[in-house]
């Protein structure tokens, strides 16, 4: 009979670490997000979260990594995944504008984390890997639902990567720049118009 394994539960001193890691992490994202990463200095940093500089340096061993905590905590790629893998039975002409609005109102939600990475993820390898993934996931899952469409005729043959990053890039230029939701179902409604399948074009 094998002996039970209990997990040991964490003393008061390790939760308090956790909650002062976390701490530090919520203000690298608001300092970051509004200084920019080399414009924020640690001194910054430390008077933010009311702490000690070689505070910062005992849970991080640099701003870097502080930096890569924050995209490793406050990121969203299962998020975005979800929002741009609908069900693949349900036609684009319901969906788009659904998926659209969706990953707008998600960029406006995770606006720090998208201002950090589009201010620095020229500046760091690590940053670019980070976008770039976010990119090419939620294109990917956005495309098998296109090609998915394609089979179904709702929708022409065409590259349907293209079409999901057209969509994807253009609502996240419309988060950035602060263009309002109210121009997402012309923005979908010219997609549409452009990958349309024959029957449907003719019925519009």
């Not at 899952?141 to 043959?157: I, K, T």
């Amino acid at each position: 009979m094998k002996a039970r394994v209990q997990s040991r539960r964490p003393t008061r001193r390790e939760l308090q670490a956790e909650a002062r890691r976390r701490q530090l992490i919520d203000t690298g994202l608001a300092l970051f997000s509004e200084k920019g990463w080399e414009n924020t200095t640690i001194r910054d940093l430390a008077k933010s979260a009311g702490v000690a500089q070689g505070l910062i340096y005992h849970y991080f061993e640099s701003k870097e990594a502080l930096l890569m905590a924050v995209v490793e905590r406050h990121g969203f790629l299962p998020e975005v995944c979800r929002v741009l893998g609908p069900a693949y039975d349900r036609p684009a002409s319901e969906v788009l504008l659904e998926v659209a609005q969706a990953l707008h109102r998600l960029l406006r939600e995770k606006a720090p984390l998208v201002r950090i990475f589009v201010r620095e993820a020229h500046t760091g390898r690590e940053l670019v890997k980070g976008w770039n993934e976010l990119l090419r996931h939620g294109a990917k899952h956005l495309s098998q639902y296109l090609a998915a469409r394609v089979s179904a005729g709702e929708l022409r043959p065409h590259n349907t990567e293209v079409s999901a990053r057209m969509l994807l890039h253009t609502v996240a230029m419309f988060q950035l720049s602060g263009a309002p939701a109210k121009y997402l179902p012309e923005l979908v409604d010219t997609l549409l118009n452009g990958i349309k399948g024959p029957r449907e074009a003719k019925d519009a």
